[in-house]
Each structure stands twice: as structure tokens, then as C-alpha cells.
């Protein structure tokens, strides 16, 4: 009988050992599960996971991390990692459950992967809190961005969350387009050229010219079509203008700057821009060569 007591006693004090922890403990611990994310990605999306099936309060935390950032595109595109999905999964993902949309902070897609289909053209216009897009192309190459494609384009770029844009190896990107863009702050170009085609009319665009703050050329050389992107880039966003005459993009309030500097061919656009940027605190030059190199200390010798 006694026995009997004493087995039920402790099986007492072994469910009441249990912690209840606060619900900013509980916070916490998800968000530093989640700051491991630029490190390992995809082992991050894991453990998010599986703090999201341990309790409902962990599952409410875990999920704006594991829907903050939403790769789309071919699994080609995505080799081994667990975040990327398909069109088709993606649209059915967000029109199963629509509040998904409202926790995309990034979203990382495939040029190739844009359609005019009214399902994924909807599930876009649902992203109303994106601030992050990066836009990358598997192949490259000219014609990328048919009718079709520039439709869905104009839906991602007038999101008014949208600061960050990010585009990579993508050739003849229509910079007409970003003239929906009215909060972007920040654009990087990682082997891109420009283009100011454009199928659609523009009829209707906001009322200020984007106020860029930071802008970033990098180059790896493996689709760009052009010897010198980077300076055909800069020249046509600084001559690129709206139907009403003002300039697509306002450099004046420019923060950060980079590029890639030349040895034999001085780049004038740079230098308009450097004089129309009279807020620059951050200039990163990267050289093209050796001999650029070599060339840049010379000048900045003599400077000093």
C-alpha cells in the first residue's frame, strides 16, 4: 500500500518539474534558432521547422522566420536546398493560406519562372509586406522579359514595401520598369546590363523620382554581353527619364557607392556621378584587373 503512495507521489512531482517558460523567453530562443540562417540556410529552415512542431506558441513564433525569405523557381535552380519551391507550389501554397504572404520579407525568383497567370499574378499582388527581390536568371541571355513576363514584373515592382532590389546575371533588364519602384532605397546589379525598352505603355507613375541610397555593381563576367556593364549601366540610369521629363533616379541623397574601376578607359559617368552624390559616405572600388589595380594606387598616390 505504501509502495503504491510513494509510486504515485513521484509520478506527481515528475510532470509538475516541467518549466513553463515566458512567451519572450519562448521569442528569443526562436530568434536566435533563426539568426543562423546567412550562415547555414538550409539547416536553419530545419530547426525552424522543428521548433514549429514542439508547441503552438513555438509554431506562431517559428513561422515569420520560415516564411521570411521564399525561393521560387525549377529545383535546378535550388540544388539540395530545402526552401526553394516551384511556381505552381508557391501560388498554391499562398492560396491555401493567405496569411503566409503577409510574413515574406525576401523573395528570391527566377526571371524564367515569371508568367502572366492570373493564379501566380494574384498570389504577388498578396506579398504587401516584401521588402527584399531578388530577380536572377539561369541562362541569361537577351529576351527574357516578353509582354507576358513584364506584366508580372510591374505587379512585384509597384509592392510599396519594396526598398531592396537585387538583380543578377540577367541580360537587357528594362530599367523602365522601376519607375513603380517609389520606396527603393537600394540596387545591386551582380552581372547585369540595362535597358530602357519597354513594352508596356507608362502612363500613370508616382508623383517623386526613386531616391536611391545605395547602389552596387559587381561583376563576375559570366553572362554580361558588354566589356564595360557597369559604366553603360551608370550612364543610362543617369540619362533615363519619365514621361513628365524628371529623372528615373535621383542620385542626390546617394550613400554607398560600388563599382569596378579600369585602368585605360576612365569612367565619365562615374565621375557625374560623383559630382551629383554630394552625400557619399562609402566608396568601394573594385578593379577589373591586375593593371587597374596598379593604376588606381598611382592616381591615389598622386592625390595625397
Same mark, same amino acid.
Given at each position: 500500500?505504501?509502495?503504491?503512495?510513494?509510486?504515485?507521489? +513521484?509520478?506527481?512531482?515528475?510532470?509538475?518539474?516541467?518549466?513553463?517558460?515566458?512567451?519572450?523567453?519562448?521569442?528569443?530562443?526562436?530568434?536566435?534558432? =533563426?539568426?543562423?540562417?546567412? +550562415?547555414?540556410?538550409?539547416?536553419?529552415?530545419?530547426?525552424?521547422?522543428?521548433?514549429?512542431?514542439?508547441?503552438?506558441?513555438?509554431?506562431?513564433?517559428?513561422?515569420?522566420?520560415?516564411?521570411?525569405?521564399?525561393?521560387?523557381?525549377?529545383?535546378?535552380?535550388?540544388?539540395?536546398?530545402?526552401?526553394?519551391?516551384?511556381?505552381?507550389?508557391?501560388?498554391?501554397?499562398?492560396?491555401?493560406?493567405?496569411?503566409?504572404?503577409?510574413? #515574406?520579407?525576401?523573395?528570391?525568383?527566377?526571371?524564367?519562372?515569371?508568367?502572366?497567370?492570373?493564379?501566380? #499574378?494574384?498570389?504577388?499582388?498578396?506579398?504587401?509586406?516584401?521588402?527584399?527581390?531578388?530577380?536572377?536568371?539561369?541562362?541569361?541571355?537577351?529576351?527574357?522579359?516578353?509582354?507576358?513576363?513584364?506584366?508580372?514584373?510591374?505587379?512585384?515592382?509597384?509592392?510599396?514595401?519594396?526598398?531592396?532590389?537585387?538583380?543578377?546575371?540577367?541580360?537587357?533588364?528594362?530599367?523602365?520598369?522601376?519607375?513603380?519602384?517609389?520606396?527603393?532605397?537600394?540596387?545591386?546589379?551582380?552581372?547585369?546590363?540595362?535597358?530602357?525598352?519597354?513594352?508596356?505603355?507608362?502612363?500613370?507613375?508616382? +508623383?517623386?523620382?526613386?531616391?536611391?541610397?545605395?547602389?552596387?555593381?559587381?561583376?563576375?563576367?559570366?553572362?554580361?554581353?558588354?566589356?564595360?556593364?557597369?559604366?553603360?549601366?551608370?550612364?543610362?540610369?543617369?540619362?533615363?527619364?519619365?514621361?513628365?521629363?524628371?529623372?528615373?533616379?535621383?542620385?542626390?541623397?546617394?550613400?554607398?557607392?560600388?563599382?569596378?574601376?579600369? =585602368?585605360?578607359?576612365?569612367?565619365?559617368?562615374?565621375?557625374?556621378?560623383?559630382?551629383?552624390?554630394?552625400?557619399?559616405?562609402?566608396?568601394?572600388?573594385?578593379?577589373?584587373?591586375?593593371?587597374?589595380?596598379?593604376?588606381?594606387?598611382?592616381?591615389?598616390?598622386?592625390?595625397?
Amino acid at each position: 500500500m505504501q509502495l503504491g503512495k510513494h509510486s504515485h507521489h +513521484r509520478n506527481t512531482q515528475d510532470t509538475m518539474v516541467i518549466p513553463k517558460l515566458p512567451s519572450d523567453i519562448l521569442g528569443a530562443i526562436v530568434d536566435l534558432v =533563426a539568426s543562423e540562417r546567412e +550562415r547555414d540556410p538550409q539547416l536553419c529552415l530545419i530547426n525552424l521547422k522543428a521548433c514549429s512542431r514542439t508547441c503552438h506558441i513555438l509554431s506562431l513564433f517559428s513561422r515569420k522566420h520560415i516564411f521570411a525569405e521564399i525561393r521560387v523557381g525549377p529545383p535546378a535552380a535550388f540544388q539540395r536546398l530545402e526552401s526553394s519551391i516551384t511556381v505552381r507550389q508557391f501560388t498554391r501554397k499562398i492560396s491555401n493560406s493567405p496569411w503566409i504572404a503577409t510574413l #515574406v520579407r525576401k523573395l528570391i525568383l527566377n526571371v524564367e519562372a515569371l508568367s502572366a497567370d492570373t493564379a501566380f #499574378v494574384e498570389t504577388l499582388i498578396m506579398l504587401q509586406n516584401l521588402q527584399t527581390l531578388e530577380l536572377y536568371s539561369l541562362w541569361g541571355g537577351p529576351s527574357l522579359f516578353s509582354p507576358q513576363r513584364q506584366s508580372s514584373l510591374i505587379h512585384l515592382l509597384r509592392i510599396p514595401t519594396l526598398t531592396h532590389l537585387v538583380l543578377n546575371k540577367i541580360c537587357d533588364f528594362p530599367a523602365a520598369s522601376l519607375i513603380n519602384c517609389v520606396k527603393l532605397t537600394h540596387f545591386t546589379l551582380d552581372d547585369v546590363t540595362l535597358s530602357y525598352d519597354w513594352n508596356e505603355p507608362i502612363s500613370i507613375f508616382p +508623383r517623386d523620382s526613386i531616391q536611391l541610397l545605395e547602389y552596387h555593381f559587381k561583376s563576375g563576367g559570366s553572362n554580361v554581353t558588354t566589356a564595360r556593364p557597369d559604366v553603360e549601366n551608370m550612364k543610362l540610369l543617369l540619362d533615363a527619364q519619365r514621361p513628365d521629363g524628371h529623372p528615373l533616379i535621383d542620385f542626390t541623397n546617394l550613400r554607398s557607392l560600388c563599382f569596378l574601376y579600369h =585602368a585605360h578607359k576612365p569612367s565619365i559617368s562615374y565621375a557625374r556621378l560623383m559630382k551629383v552624390a554630394g552625400h557619399l559616405n562609402e566608396v568601394v572600388i573594385q578593379c577589373a584587373s591586375w593593371s587597374a589595380s596598379e593604376h588606381l594606387n598611382s592616381k591615389l598616390i598622386v592625390s595625397i
